[in-house]
């Protein structure tokens, strides 16, 4: 595909996934603390919304490795949001960097 129709696709797909399609329940319980207790869920929520924002990059690039890129950084990225490490906006601006890492690759396979 075409890098900027690529690039944007994958942008789209961002803010689909990161709000339209992240409830109330995945943004309070993909963190290890809820309300200063242990949350035993986190790991699961965290890694289906991860999940849910490596789907469009595997059906845009039919590629596994960029599929799994996209996983483990959102997966990491969310983590240290999560944990007060990085900001709202460098959650973001991470995010939105390794969309655009994926669509430089994507658009040379």
């Known amino acids: 595909m075409e890098f900027k129709y690529l690039l944007v696709a994958l942008v789209f797909s961002h803010f ?3 709000y339209a399609l992240q409830n109330d329940f995945i943004a309070k319980f993909k963190a290890r603390l809820v309300d200063g207790k ?7 929520i965290l890694t289906a ?11 845009l690039t039919k590629s596994l490795s960029l599929t799994s ?6 997966w990491f990225i969310d983590l240290c949001k999560c944990e007060g490490r990085i900001s709202f906006n460098q959650d973001q601006w991470l ?7 994926i669509a430089v ?5």
């Open 69 to 74: 890129l996209m996983f483990i950084t959102h």
């Open 16 to 18: 689909l996934c990161d």
């Open 49 to 59: 919304h991860a999940s849910i924002h490596a789907l469009p990059v595997l059906i």
């Open 95 to 101: 995010h939105l960097m390794v969309v655009f890492g």
């Open 38 to 44: 242990y949350n035993p869920m986190w790991i699961w």
């Open 105 to 109: 690759i994507g658009a040379l396979l």
